[in-house]
T-cell receptor, first 110, second 113 residues
Framework: GENVEQHPSTLSVQEGDSAVIKCTYS??????FPWYKQELGKGPQLIID?????GEKKDQRIAVTLNKTAKHFSLHITETQPEDSAVYFC?????????FGTGTKLQVIP | GAGVSQTPSNKVTEKGKYVELRCDPI?????LYWYRQSLGQGPEFLIY????????DSGLPNDRFFAVRPEGSVSTLKIQRTERGDSAVYLC???????????FGPGTRLTVL
């Protein structure tokens, strides 16, 4: 199966600073790369995704960058706000299967 | 519009009992997924359906776990002879097709005493 690693496992930033979370995967056939946000007591929610034919995608304060050669993709959050505090998961799709990362707990300090 | 719903929201059972967990996906979504999430962990893939058929069931931990989706809509996850280690939140998600945004339900918290 696919090996997926996320770093860091926890991240604390001051409000207004940027946060970057990296996801490394092993399956070279992976071609769809989403990031999910999970708040306490709720199911994960997609915040941004990218496909393998694109290197970067941005949606307001959130961006994702993909390096297929090195097999990693990263979530970038700029101008962080307290409501960004949550657990974030990468979930790359390999052949016919999705594997979630172990999660990054982001704390934004007001 | 209606999202993914799961019932029950909480289920407490005794070791050795049989349980069924239900998932109602978003109407028109052909792909449906089941995950298991333990505290502090990421969702662990169990099975995914494309229509009525299981496209990948490699995540089911053993033969006590079984899932069906007979009409390509509602799905039921069935667990026989429950064990304390089965205690977790069971998440269901659906997407229009595979490799697209998954919409998650709120989960069913299963506790096996």
């Amino acid at each position: 199966g696919e090996n997926v690693e996320q770093h860091p496992s926890t991240l604390s930033v001051q409000e207004g600073d940027s946060a970057v979370i990296k996801c490394t995967y092993s399956d070279s056939a992976s071609n769809y790369f989403p990031w999910y946000k999970q708040e306490l007591g709720k199911g994960p929610q997609l915040i941004i995704d990218i496909r393998s034919n694109v290197g970067e995608k941005k949606d307001q304060r959130i961006a994702v960058t993909l390096n297929k050669t090195a097999k990693h993709f990263s979530l970038h959050i700029t101008e962080t706000q307290p409501e960004d505090s949550a657990v974030y998961f990468c979930a790359p799709w390999g052949y016919q299967k999705v594997t979630f990362g172990t999660g990054t707990k982001l704390q934004v300090i007001p | 519009g209606a999202g993914v719903s799961q019932t029950p929201s909480n289920k407490v059972t005794e070791k050795g009992k049989y349980v069924e967990l239900r998932c109602d996906p978003i109407s028109g979504h052909t792909a449906l997924y089941w995950y298991r999430q333990s505290l502090g962990q990421g969702p662990e893939f169990l099975i995914y359906f494309q229509g009525t058929g299981a496209a990948d069931d490699s995540g089911l931990p053993n033969d006590r776990f079984f899932a069906v989706r007979p009409e390509g809509s509602v799905s039921t996850l069935k667990i026989q002879r429950t064990e304390r280690g089965d205690s977790a939140v069971y998440l269901c998600a659906s997407s229009l097709t595979a490799q697209n945004e998954q919409f998650f339900g709120p989960g069913t918290r299963l506790t096996v005493l």
